[in-house]
């Protein structure tokens, strides 16, 4: 299971040097001043992931509780309660906010 888990993570970090790079390509085109700042700042955010799964990739991180990566904030969407809804939850070690 933890090779399974190392390859999916480095697996994550290529998919996500191909996505920079187009949208790198993206903010090289036309763009209106609306889209070039929205374009900017998902890059700067997907960048900062990157670099992230880069560390996680590095320290060998191949289980959830590694403490690599519980001690990361992590965002997930997850049902609601007796609902038909998703929220938002952000969660670092033992924390779920």
């Known amino acids: 299971m933890k090779g399974k888990n190392k390859k999916a993570l480095e697996e994550f970090r ?8 187009a949208m790198v390509n993206l ?10 700042n929205a374009m900017g700042a998902l890059i700067t955010i997907d960048v900062h992931a990157r670099e ?3 560390t996680l990739v590095k320290v060998r991180v191949d289980n959830v509780t590694d403490f690599d990566w519980t001690s990361r ?7 609601v309660e007796d609902a038909e ?3 938002a939850f952000a969660r670092q ?4 906010f």
Do not use: A, C, H
Not at 27 to 36: A, F, H, S, T, W
């Open 93 to 96: 070690t033992n924390t779920r």
């Open 52 to 54: 992230v799964v880069d």
């Open 85 to 87: 809804e998703m929220d």
């Open 73 to 79: 904030l992590r965002y997930y969407w997850e049902p």
């Open 27 to 36: 903010v090289r085109g036309d763009l209106n001043k609306l889209q070039r």
């Open 14 to 21: 290529d998919f996500s040097i191909q996505q920079i790079n």
